[in-house]
């Protein structure tokens, strides 16, 4: 089994440490996606994961084995890692096979062992799963870029590691390639049954992806949860708006309601871990996603009976909604983006199906489909 624990890790450089005390497990054959702004401390950890950096104090256990911890540092080719870097980082003077037979070496490689290695049916079969067999004799420069991250994945996975980390990978390529690249990878580490982290500076990517979602900011991980789990129920409304869309509106907490511009809004609480959840009586952070807002024509709205919008707004817990006028729209075919301007000045943006579709200029009535996160306002 090759879980990973990483516990209370602190690393740093020569200008002071990096990451604080931070702590993530990745269970086996998982794949994790870490996301955060630039600088916030992703490659440093990926590194000390890998046992390129020494750790200040803390402790890494990858499967049964201890790799750091106090007085102990494993060399990195003894913590049987996988890397995949951004730029695939091929050896130009070998061909695609051997390369793939050079990582299956792990460590103790030469040119010539991994020309003969080349021709092992281990090889054959890691050129299949990356589906680049036919071009087994190629040398790194006749390859697309999209090509080489597979020999690179394919060479990462030779050595049969526990673990392989994947330092934006995708980076370099082209989105239709990188959607394609992301599933052949999920799927491989599947098949190999080889736990996974991943890098990404692309946020969408790591909740389609991965299994758990790290966020990171400022050498420190703010949440770490299933795709779904960041998503609904971010740990801080830094981590929602980080994450994807968001609208946050003023409110005031009343018991389990939140009184806001756009009306009395159902609050769930938010998870205690970050010490922001809200007094009652006192202001609050409401979190609204896009897909959460309902606009209907204010014609179409006003048309209704309005007892019986009432009665409905009241049996689905809606709240009363808020006219507004669409100012701008994001047309994307399956759905659209509208950004509105509300009648109390807020802006906001709303997604859309397209049966819900309403061009510029359309005034509107904007409500709140079913329950929101309140915060605690951050200082
Ligand atoms: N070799 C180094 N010496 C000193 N400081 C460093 C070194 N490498 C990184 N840092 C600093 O450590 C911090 C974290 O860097 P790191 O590369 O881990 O961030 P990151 O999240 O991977 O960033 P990016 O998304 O831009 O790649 C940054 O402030 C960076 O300037």
Redesign the pocket.
Known sequence: MSRLEVRDLTV????GP??HAVDVEVPHGELLA?V????????????TIAGLLRAQSGEIRIGHRMVTTHGIHLAPEKRRIGWVPQDAALFPHLTVAENVAFGMLAGRGSSRAARRAAKSDEVRRLLDLVDLAPLAARAPGQLSGGQAQRVALARALAAGPELVLL??PFGALDPMLRADLRTAVRELLRAEGVTGIL?T?DQAEALSVADRVAV?RR?EVLQLGTPEEVYRTPATPWVAGFVGDAVFLPGVLHGDEVATSIGRLRAVPVADAAGLVPEDGADATVLVRPEELRVVRADAASAADPARARAADALDGDAEGLDGVVTDVEYTGHDAMLALALADGVRLRARVTASEFVPRGTEVRVSVVGPVLAYRPER
């Open positions: 740093g450089y020569e200008g990096v990451l870490i955060g702004p630039s600088g916030c401390g992703k490659t440093t950890l990926l590194r330092d934006e890098v500076h990171m050498g």
